[in-house]
């Protein structure tokens, strides 16, 4: 096999975002970095002086950080008590301004600000609320994940967008200090799609590949896939391609049928890594304190596999399996194990009833550690526990209906703290041994 490497229209004013002068959403064009940003009015805004206000009188003297936020998005509300810090440690100097989407459900960043008010959990910041997918921002602004940071200078400048952990006060500092300086990094804004030209024939060409692999490094530009896509892009051929994934996420694809079911941070745990294979995933750094930009070039990839029509998806990820044991010098197999684990176990059926949720749901509090489950598959709740917690947990309650489940985890891997919150609900955890497979990359 070839292997090649190289390093609705919407009318602005029955929006709560609208433009001085009104006009259609989709006739709005992004901005580019060192533009002037035009004056919207931010129509909603909780727990500030005014209620709404112009962007001129945000930045007004200020730089000013529009933190995009939802309510699902656990990181966003993880970083709130950090963005807060930072606005007190620069004062009026700074202004970080969470712009919270209520997406389709309307009333939703309301409720979550009024829930927590008076508690510990309390919003720190004052937030602007805007609603619906296609909104001026999303236009202004284009970006594909939350939380993302639009930094705007005390000239009305847009300066550029980030991921959260740009936000730091290395960063702040040289913004204020200078009209020049560049962020390191901005967000990626280019998403590939199934249809589109990825690592073969970026150019054209009168030979179309049929058969073949390659591989590249990070490439800044795009934006993670978060899986290999297995697509047929011609009557002809089957394209596999992966954006910027680390190893980990290609041969859980690889091995998908030993994963079935299992959530990602369970599949992390089957996954047995050589300690002389240096590549990591994003789990085992603290991102917060690790630079980002040289974390991505050294652990993330691209990957293409074009094979011609016929081959089955197994077929597909053999052959995926074959491509990356042989760049990454690893022998991959799937190998049963007895494993020192912790199981879940049901002691009480009358004490966690039927989910009265139609629909599920999960907000996360502040340390990311304690979820309020609503609705949810029990597969989710234990991919969380295998967030928390060490060893492997294995789920043996047999429940099968969605659950409602409340757990304020304070701390990581305290299993005397967990086991008694969930022994409130009819729940606890066991330490066994049981006998799983497990898939082990070696080095070779």
Known sequence: MMRILTLSLVI???LNIVYSQPKTIDSIRPLKVGDKVPDIVLNEILNYNVSSAKLSDLYKNKLLILDLWSTWCSICIAEFPRMKSLQDHFGDKILIMPVGNDGEEKGAIQNFVSKRKGTSREMPLPTAIIVGQNTVL???????GLPAEVWIDSNGIYRGITSNLYVTVENIEKMLMSNNYRIPLSMPQNRIKTTDRFLFDREDSTNVIIYGSLFTNY????KMSGTPVIVKSDPNRIRVFGVNLNIIQYYKKGYANVLTKLGSNTQRKVILKDADIRYRDEFSVNLLKTDFQQFCAENLFCYELILPAGYD??????ILIQDFDRYFGVNSYVEEQTINCYVLVRTNKNKLPK?????GASEPYDNMLGFNFRGAEMENFIDHLNYVLDPLILDETGITTK???DLPIKKKNDINEINQLLMEKGLQLKEA???INVIVLKKK
């Open 12 to 14: 602005i004013c029955q």
């Open 138 to 144: 999303q236009q202004l602004f284009p970006h594909s």
């Open 219 to 222: 490439i800044d530009s795009l």
């Open 313 to 318: 998806s197994r077929q597909v990820n053999k």
């Open 355 to 359: 989910s009265l949720f139609s629909s």
């Open 403 to 405: 659950i409602d489940l």
């Open 433 to 435: 041994k049981r006998k």
